[in-house]
């Protein structure tokens, strides 16, 4: 069901969960000021309860409220990137932040999102936590019917038509006098050298990873993905526009080589479309770069083919 501002407001303010665009991908909003509505959105995703969620927040003063220290960088990092999306990690006052919004961390993420109804509505309604709105496990959503798909028609969305980056955002933390990447999204661990001068080093792996999500199966659809070509003919084939794969039973295109950032934005709908179709399993061509944007393009196909 698509609903108004003032209508999002309101059912915030009811303690409801509503779906709301940002540039990244959908989110799934609730008040922070609510730990009921919270638990509504766990409940709601299948998320295990361990992994917390983002703080929005639509001006850098109000993360002053939950956060006093902030590391060297984080006001270049700041101005730099925000309104956008990058996520960052600060250790925050428990007594300020309900503690299953960040499943019982001392610290938390917060990020002000470059979408202009994420903006107002948080205006109206304070600070929003807002994970992917997706089934747990699934592709996020990028469009108002991937999030009706997942939740239903009748759940309320904010459509802001389609997410203009289709990848979340990424997530920094500081730790040993440095910047780390701990989860890879919209931002390339390059995009940072100017701010920082040098690239933070992507620290996404590991027993126990410094993102929580990072435990977790993402991204997946139910389409069995396959990293490889296949060695004959009569399969799908997810590849790109410029190469030909002349004994594919049919080529789904991810987009062109030369724009990384289209095949973001295209990416989950394309996961998606292949449940939609109901094609069991399909081939994607990974020979493309792996720097830059491509980074994130190429964990997303491993995670979503379950690797
Ligand atoms: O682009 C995005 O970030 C989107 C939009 C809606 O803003 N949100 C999003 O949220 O991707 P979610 O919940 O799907 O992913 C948030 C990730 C999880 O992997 C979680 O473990 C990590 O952020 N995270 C949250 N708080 C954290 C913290 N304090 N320390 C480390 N990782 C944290
Ligand atoms: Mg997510």
Known sequence: MRISLQEASKLLSRGEVVAVPTETVYGLAASLRNPAAIDKIFSLKGRPSNNPLIIHVSH?????????????????LAETFWPGPLSIVLTVDPEKVPSRARAGL????????????????????GPLVM?????????????????????GRDFPVLDGG???RGLESTIVIYREERWEIIRLGSLSAEDFFDVLG?????????????CPGQLYRHYAPQCTLILRMPPDGSKV?????????PEAFRVISLGSLDSPENIAENLYDILRRLDSENIPIAHVDMDF?????WATI?????????I
């Open 162 to 164: 389609p997410c203009q």
């Open 298 to 306: 190429f964990e997303r196909l491993n995670k979503a083919a379950n």
């Open 60 to 76: 850098k003063q109000q993360i002053e409220e939950f956060a006093s220290f902030f590391p060297p960088g984080f006001n270049a």
């Open 237 to 245: 084939i997810i590849g790109f526009d410029e190469r030909k794969y």
């Open 131 to 151: 994970p992917s709105a997706n089934l747990s496990g699934k592709p996020s959503a990028t469009k108002p019917e991937h999030v009706e798909t997942d939740f």
């Open 198 to 210: 040098y690239c933070p080093r992507v620290n996404i792996h590991g027993a126990v990873p410094l």
């Open 289 to 293: 770069p792996k720097t830059g944007l």
């Open 106 to 125: 001392p610290t938390a993420a917060f990020r002000i999102p470059n979408h202009r109804d994420a903006m107002d509505l948080m205006d109206m309604s």
